[in-house]
């Protein structure tokens, strides 16, 4: 089975004693004592986060390790077929993204998620398995770039956290750059069985992830399946 869980804002970069969707995650996975990956690479390997994550992590009896590409790089392709759960951290997606394929982390990654492994995470780390996501790397405005295309579509992480992002994907629908938009709000994810399957998880106050589309000149926003958590 392939799973994306893609979080729309919060988890433990924000509040590290929540862990609600930190504790969805590893509920997916049946193992005992999983092993679990933090890719930090967006924040380029910030060390606070990586505290945040192994706090969060131990305390829901993992195996919890991180990838760093800033300092001395372990052997990837071995380190990646040990895992049960890849978590990617928010940050810059498109630094993130180049510093990937120069190692060839894509590869192992896709290789990973079609061999069952969860692949997750917050922001950037929620929009890098679409085929494209709208993302504020660029300090002037936000925009749309091509990602590593695990999953169909286009997704916008902190849809209701920001208030550019609801204009721009309705700008993007408008001039028909886009056919549609996935929007994931701040404390939802939005959970993906096998490319078809998908549920919104709230782990907020009434928080939902949508299927966003443009007819007659209005904005559609069609919820998805939702539970909470």
Known sequence: MRQIIAIGGGGFGRNPSDRKIEKYIVDQQNKENPNVCFIPTATGDNDAYKVNFYDVFTKLKCNPTHIDFFKRTINLEEHIKKQDIIFVGGGNTKSMLAVWKDWGLDTLLKKAYEN????????????????????????????IMDCLGFVKGTCCPHYDEEPARRPYVKGQLANNNIEDCIGVEGHAALHIINEESYKSVNFGTNKHSYIVNYQDNLVIENPYDSISI
Do not use: P, Q, Y
């Not at 929009?127 to 936000?142: H, M, N, P, R």
């Open 116 to 143: 069952g492994v969860i692949m997750c995470g917050v922001s950037a780390g929620a929009i890098c398995w679409f085929e494209k996501g709208i993302t504020d790397s660029w300090a002037d405005d936000l925009a």
